[in-house]
Nanobody, 128 residues
Framework: QVQLVESGGGLVQAGDSLRLSCAAS????????MAWFRQAPGKEREFVAS????????VYTDSVKGRFSISRDNAKNTVYLQMNSLKPEDTAVYYC?????????????????????WGQGTQVTVSS
């Protein structure tokens, strides 16, 4: 069955960096776009970044542009989120998700309803 397992979260200070990983199994990883979402306490889950199945295109929410970088290693069935210059407002549970359509072309979706499998989440806490 499809499984997504995030890791790499933790407690850091403002300005620090973290790299999140999401290990996928149970499907042909290289055929699907992948995304990261996050949910802060008391807030709805929001889109952070996504990457196409061939790694040719990435998109980011405005608040993380220039600080976060999404990448993937199809040989390792893993998607990453490199987070630099972390801010207290980045504190959230971070989730990876799989696009519900394989080999999707065109605009990468930014809404939860377009993703069908989710990891359990990893907590990122940034202290000021």
């Amino acid at each position: 069955q499809v499984q997504l397992v995030e890791s790499g979260g933790g407690l850091v200070q403002a300005g620090d960096s973290l790299r999140l990983s999401c290990a996928a199994s149970g499907y042909t990883f290289s055929s699907y776009n992948m995304a990261w979402f996050r949910q802060a306490p008391g807030k709805e889950r929001e889109f952070v970044a996504s990457i196409t199945w061939g790694s040719g295109t990435t998109v980011y929410t405005d608040s993380v542009k220039g600080r976060f970088s999404i990448s993937r290693d199809n040989a390792k069935n893993t998607v990453y989120l490199q987070m630099n210059s972390l801010k207290p407002e980045d504190t959230a549970v971070y989730y990876c998700a799989r696009d519900m359509k394989n080999y999707r072309l065109g605009n990468l979706p930014r809404v939860e309803s377009q993703y069908d499998y989710w990891g359990q989440g990893t907590q990122v806490t940034v202290s000021s």
